[in-house]
């Protein structure tokens, strides 16, 4: 079977072609000039970008549109102007190919791909990116929420305090850098509730100690302490609760060695095994849906209506294919 994913959610648009293998994967990413992602100009990239985007999946993977079998396309969370790109890219392709298409909920395929390809079977899953945090884990016909954000996400954290100082997006590799030249901690709000987390007061207090001369250095090592800390928190809790022995990072800010160290050590220390996503596939990208689209269908999953769901939640998404 041959699968056609559409990646249009925030600032990726992504054509994935998967049968089993990843055969094609290509994407174009929007990049503000300044400031965050806006909207209606990250669409406009989308819009821009689709046709060649899907001219080079397809000669990656040496097909032609009539070869395919299924389209997918995600069809949220995400922003509104950029999911609309998606659905009315997918309707199109449908109209040319007469194939059945299956919206994809956006977390569930950053889960399934990243489960795919560490070869995780029932994990908690900790979800980070830029505009997601979110503890995760199977139970019962959905992938429930152990414990998320009530404010921002932490890669929208990491990316507005760089943004704000020293310049540039995305922010994360930028802070790790600088963070590998921090010697001394600095004291920042830890918020963890309940298996709740908050990172708007650090993001504010990290910014005021920078504005009095704290030095940058010392200060995204202290960022980036605290959060990964924090979630390495939250995660520990829902392992113990959920009595699973997996857990799995995904989500961009997954590409962080430091994170990626402190869910290994937790995990070491519970007996459990720790997988990451590689890092080409834990941002946005088209194959993820394709996957995802692939496992709803398989598993008797038919979309009726094509829309969009720009607050579409992880669980809400009906998942057929983990029971048996
Ligand atoms: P996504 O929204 O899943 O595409 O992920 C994008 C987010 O991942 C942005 O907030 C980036 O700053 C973040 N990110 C990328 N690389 C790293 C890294 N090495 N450490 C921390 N965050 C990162
Ligand atoms: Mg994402």
Known sequence: MLIL????????FGIGIFDGKILADARSVYKPLKGGIHPAEAAKHHENAKEEILAKALNEAGIGLSDLDLLAYAAGPGLPPCLRVGLDFVKKLRRETKKPVVAVNHPVAHIEIAKMLTKAKDPVVLYTSGGNTQVIGYASGRYRVFGETQDIAVGNAIDTFIRETVGGYPGGPAMEHLASKGRNYIELPYVVKGMDLSFSGIL????????????????????????YAMLTEVTERALAHSEKKEVLLTGGVAASERLQEMISIMCKERNASAFLCPKEYSGDNGIMIAVAGFLAYRSGHRTKKLDFDSKWRVDEAEIMWMEG
């Not at 994913?5 to 990726?12: K, L, M, Q, R, Y």
């Not at 100690?209 to 605290?226: P, V, W």
């Open 5 to 12: 994913g559409i990646e249009s959610t925030a600032h990726t």
């Open 204 to 227: 504010t207090a990290a910014m005021e100690k920078y504005k009095r001369g704290a030095d940058i250095s010392d200060l995204c090592f202290s960022f980036q302490e605290t959060c």
